[in-house]
């Protein structure tokens, strides 16, 4: 684990563990993040956590964008959040579960040296 | 006629369409007292006459049965079945029917519609000559031709049953065509010199004649039938002669020469008829005597019996509203008509022959394409008279209701090929302008279903006007007006996809296959739009996709065989679900289902899937499709279980695929003592062909060993049941949100037709279906519907069988378990991992308790309250 400035970061995996367009979820301690690589070589980290059904399920989403904005769709009832801010750009009709708001938790992410590194919550 | 306050009697003789309409919009307007019994002389419900010809193919009456059935057993009305009148006491003010019972009323509405005519001809009531009226018309028609061919069965040359249909009109037309779905050949005798002359001139008649042709019909113009001879063994009818010395041998003919109404009644009781028949009315539709009405094709109004559904319809509320008391009048009749024959479009409106003083006539005409198109239009040069539309009758639903309006713009550009010099101008339609005219639906009233009753697409403004659900020649405007309004009203219509292309699903299947693309980057790239970008600092171009068009792409690449379906760029395409090639369920665990092909498994299948489960701590359940479900596997457990499942010989069930899911079966001749055929083993078979088959939606198939249909075949989207000759093949069912019962396609088919029938059939839906359209919807967006899929893949109408049998073939050869691949790839393994940097640890929310023997996720509530079965319980490892 190093630590910059502000961010504590923690390296995850190499970078080629992780496939193109798809995500992984990884587990730091006991907080579970899904990290998305995408075809332009970024990497983004959200939380793992799907607000809509309680379930950590995020990194098994479909990828995309919209309008240029990268996004996830949540695997089981499909909303779409960005992957930049971690909001909800469409809940698709539905409520969040009781105490979960719709929008996703974000983490900074580093590739240094092939290797990821995700930093402590925004 | 004045409005009742207590019970009053209301007869209706003839219990056809018109009367139908006029006890629906009785009861729509609560009866004002009036209690209606009707009298038919057909032995069933009042069906759509209209759409007889449907018969042939559904052969099931009920499906004719006109508006809601229950409205027969409302206490206000009383339908007397099989119950002809027999007479008419205008003085008593009764009638008697057929058993001698004598009725009283107050009000009397005639509503015998007509019968068909049959000019002199020696021979006309031989044995094999028929028309074309009625349900039971069509029932004996059939079975002649059956009888025909059985008859044949045992004749070494193999010989068409040959048919002639006398009358070369609208009917005759209709009926050659049923002819020919028959399997019968058919020669159109017409007496004029051209087809359809009542309607179309002798330009159109000669277009229409090519297209008649094409159609594999014969015609013979200008011919008069002398007589018909019989067989000298048989009796039956074989041979007409004709006046110029021409013969044709025949097994059937159909006559269709006209109706004439059926005013016997009128006749007997001394109620005044018209020139040529019919029971004269004024515009209120009253008879001399004012307590006798007409209505339909029996009435003669303005002078004339009118063969056609909507001004009887008219007539009917008339009727209803004079009963209440109202003002009504005939508002004159629309006798614009669209033959019903698959593939021939012809119509023709107005002052179709340029009768009208200094009417001018535009004509297009393309010979080689057998293509007619005339105008009429007044010595303005604008407004419109009338047309006729031979090949191509697009123009007609739009300009119909433009009659006596002018015209926007240059008329002739109405003429020309869609697409070709800019095509027609937009019409905006007045409000009050009728569109369908068998329910008397106004373009202001469809508007309206839009804008104040929230109706968003086509089927909804269908079932809250009516417009468009009798003869259905109107839908293409309703349609046009509809989605001219949802647009008005901001909701999106467009068939796009998604942001990200701009095709449908089924335009996008063709772009794909015919430019050869083969990855998702390669078609967004040649495909794809570029939409707006979200934000100043995003990039401008096509994007990559989204959750709608990646799956979408992901089925249609599958579809074309393009290998593994998690090969490549491919597997980040696919749903969550075939991503991990298991189900998804609510706590974010998988559920595993393998293959059991119609679901005949054997004890150690059974046992292998119990210890599976067992060893895995998964809870079982049998489904609802005939097979066993294993709930609750993490997804770093997934490939062990499966590496157990396939090792013993089981393979993915596909449950999470939009592809086959089962072909459900009932135990058949194997077992039960009333089984014709082996429907285990075809299932079997069928299961064993389809599974894998990536399509536009999920397929769920049936097969059940005789007419009990203990499988529910025709619950499913393609249902098959065993007959004594074969198999009955029964397409577009559905269960889940709008049950429906799939309907015959084709009879009798030996187990090898049956797959080919199949195959096309799979194969059309996969090319032409919308994103996540089941069969059933799409039959009903498809061309020509039921008899339009028949002809494409019965008759290869479109040319395409060979292609479909080819790419079915390909699926064949090609299949192979997706999860035996899987376990041999290490590549494709490493996407199992529950965490990237922790590939075996269980996720460490996961929460269970038992219940009813078995374990299921913790509530809420459950996990508050601790303690739970948690994380990796009864666990193996392989
Ligand atoms: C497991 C099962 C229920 C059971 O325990 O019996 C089931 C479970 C689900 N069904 Fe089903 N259906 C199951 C048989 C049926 C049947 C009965 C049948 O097939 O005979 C039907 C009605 C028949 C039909 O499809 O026409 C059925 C009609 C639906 C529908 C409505 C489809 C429609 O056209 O209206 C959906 C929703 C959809 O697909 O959009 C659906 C969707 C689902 C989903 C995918 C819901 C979801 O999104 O999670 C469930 C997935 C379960 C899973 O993870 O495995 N399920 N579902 C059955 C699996 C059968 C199998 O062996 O594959
Ligand atoms: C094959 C075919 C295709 C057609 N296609 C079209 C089309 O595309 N467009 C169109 O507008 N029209 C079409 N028509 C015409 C349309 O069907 C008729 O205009 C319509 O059915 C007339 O309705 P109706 O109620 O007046 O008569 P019908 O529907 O004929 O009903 C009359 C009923 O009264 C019964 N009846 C007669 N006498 C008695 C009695 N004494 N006692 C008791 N019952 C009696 C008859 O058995 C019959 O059931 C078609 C007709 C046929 C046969
Ligand atoms: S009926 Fe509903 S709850 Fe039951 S299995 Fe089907 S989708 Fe799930
Ligand atoms: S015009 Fe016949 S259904 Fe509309």
């Known amino acids: 684990m190093t630590t910059t400035a502000d961010t504590t970061w923690v390296a995850v995996c190499p970078l080629a563990d992780l496939a193109v367009e798809r995500g992984a979820a990884a587990l730091l301690g006991d907080v579970q993040v899904a990290l998305f690589r995408l075809a332009d070589g970024t990497v983004h980290a959200v939380q793992q956590l799907d607000p809509f059904s309680g379930a950590n399920v995020m990194s098994r989403g479909i990828v995309g964008t919209r309008g240029g904005e990268p996004t996830v769709a949540g695997p089981m009832y499909k909303q779409v959040y960005s992957l930049r801010s971690g909001l909800c750009l469409d809940p698709v009709g539905y409520e969040p579960r009781p105490g979960h708001e719709p929008v996703l938790v974000t983490y900074p992410v580093d590739v240094r040296g092939g290797v990821v590194h995700v930093g402590a919550a925004r | 006629m ?130 074309y009226r009625t349900v039971d018309d069509v029932a004996a028609l059939r079975g002649w031709v059956d009888q025909v061919r059985a008859g044949r069965a045992d004749d070494t040359v193999e010989r068409p049953v040959r048919g002639a249909v006398i009358g070369g009109g609208l009917l005759g037309l209709e009926a050659a065509g049923a002819l020919r779905a028959l399997g019968a050949q058919a020669t159109v005798v017409q007496f004029g010199t051209h087809l359809m002359d009542v309607q179309i001139d002798l330009g159109g008649g000669e277009a229409l004649k090519r297209l008649i042709n094409d159609k594999g019909i014969a015609v013979r113009c200008s011919s008069a039938t002398e007589r018909m001879r019989a067989d000298r063994t048989s009796g039956h009818v074989s041979r007409l002669d004709f006046a110029d010395g021409g013969r044709l041998p025949v097994d059937i003919v159909v006559v269709a020469t006209g109706v004439r109404p059926r005013d016997e009644l009128a006749r007997a009781a001394d109620l005044p008829v018209g020139e040529r028949g019919g029971a004269v009315v004024d515009l209120a539709c009253r008879t001399e005597d004012p307590h006798v009405s007409a209505v339909g094709e029996v009435a003669c109004i303005e002078g004339r019996c009118i063969g056609l559904v909507a001004p009887g319809y008219a007539m009917a509320e008339v009727v209803v509203d004079r009963l209440l008391g109202g003002p009504a009048t005939f508002p004159g009749a629309d006798t614009a008509t669209k033959l019903k024959l698959q593939g021939v479009d012809v119509a023709s409106f107005g002052d179709a022959f340029a009768r009208t003083e200094g009417a001018m006539e535009l004509v297009h005409a393309d010979p080689v394409a057998g293509v007619y198109k005339k105008l009429v239009l007044a010595d303005d040069a604008r407004t419109l008279l009338g047309g006729v539309f031979v090949g191509d009758a697009a123009p007609f639903a739009s300009l119909r209701p433009m009659l006596g309006a002018e015209l926007p713009g240059d008329p002739g550009a109405f003429l020309l090929p869609e697409g070709g010099g800019g095509g027609a101008p937009q019409l905006e339609l007045p409000d009050g302008a009728g569109v369908c005219s068998c329910n008397n639906v106004s373009a202001g009233t469809i508007r309206g279903a839009v804008t104040e009753h929230g109706c968003t697409d ?84 096509p994007g990559r996709g989204c959750d709608i068009c990646k799956p979408t792409i992901a089925s249609i690449l599958a579809s074309l065989g393009n290998g593994h379906i998690l090969s490549g760029e491919q597997a980040s395409l696919q749903d969550t679900n075939d991503h991990v090639m298991a189900n998804m369920q609510k706590d974010g665990t998988y559920s595993v289902v393998p293959r059991i092909p119609g679901g005949e498994i054997t004890p150690d299948g059974l046992l292998v899937i119990g210890q599976v489960a067992k060893d895995f701590g998964l809870y079982t359940k049998i489904t609802g499709g005939q097979r066993i479900d294993m709930f609750g596997a ?86 098959v049941i065993a007959t004594d000759n074969g198999w009955n093949v029964y397409v577009g069912g559905n269960g889940g949100f709008t049950p429906r019962h799939a309907r015959l396609l084709a009879e009798d088919l030996s187990s090898e037709e049956l797959l080919r029938t199949i195959d096309r059939y799979l194969m059309y839906y996969i090319r032409t279906a919308d994103r996540l359209q089941r069969t059933a919807a799409w039959m009903e967006d498809v061309e020509g519907g039921l008899d339009g899929v028949r002809a494409v893949i019965m008759e290869d109408s479109l040319g395409i069988c060979a292609d479909l049998d080819a790419a079915m073939a390909r699926h064949v050869g090609e299949y192979e378990d997706e999860w035996r691949a899987v376990l041999e790839d290490r590549e494709k393994l490493r996407r199992f991992g529950s965490f990237v940097n922790a590939p075996t640890t269980p996720d460490p929310d996961l929460a269970y308790v038992a219940e009813r023997g078995q374990r299921r996720p913790a509530t809420a509530d459950e996990r508050a309250d601790a303690p739970v079965i948690a994380g990796p319980v009864l666990e193996v490892r392989v």
């Not at chain 2, 499906?63 to 079945?81: F, I, N, S, Y």
């Open chain 2, 458 to 541: 086509l089927a909804a403004v269908k079932a809250c006007t009516r417009a468009g659900t009798s003869c259905g020649s109107c839908l293409p405007l309703v349609k046009k007006i509809t989605t001219a309004e949802l647009e008005r009203a901001g909701i999106e219509v467009s068939n796009a996809l998604c942001e990200h292309f701009e095709l449908s699903r089924a335009q996008l299947f063709d772009a794909v296959r015919v430019a050869d693309l083969h990855t998702f980057s390669e078609i967004i790239e040649r495909f794809g739009r570029v939409p707006e970008a979200a934000a100043d600092d995003l990039p401008v171009g």
């Open chain 2, 634 to 719: 993490r997804i770093e457990q997934l490939p062990d279980i499966w590496r157990r499942l396939v090792e013993h010989g089981f393979e993915s069930g596909h449950a999470y695929g939009k592809s086959l899911r089962t072909v459900k079966s009932c135990v058949g001749s194997t077992w039960c003592r009333y089984g014709v055929q082996d429907a285990v083993g075809m299932a079997v078979e069928l299961e064993l062909r389809y599974r894998g088959l990536r399509s536009p939606h999920k397929i769920k198939l049936g097969v059940s060993g005789c007419a009990r249909e203990c499988a529910e075949a025709r619950g499913k989207d393609v249902g």
């Open chain 2, 2 to 131: 004045t409005a009742a306050t207590e019970t009053q009697r209301l007869v209706v003789v003839g219990g056809g369409m018109v009367a139908q309409r006029l006890v629906e919009a009785l009861l729509e307007r609560e009866t004002g007292g009036w209690h209606v019994s009707v009298f038919a002389e057909e032995p069933r419900l009042p069906y759509d006459r209209v759409a007889l010809t449907s018969y042939f193919s559904a052969r099931d009456p009920e499906e004719l049965v006109l508006g809601d059935p229950a409205m027969w057993d409302d206490p206000r009305v009383t339908l007397h079945r099989d119950c002809k009148v027999e007479g008419i006491d205008r003085e008593a003010r009764t009638v008697t029917d057929r058993l001698g019972r004598v009725h009283a009323y107050d009000e009397l509405v005639l509503a015998t519609g007509s019968s068909a005519f049959v000019p002199p001809i020696p021979g006309a009531d031989l044995p094999g000559v028929f028309v």
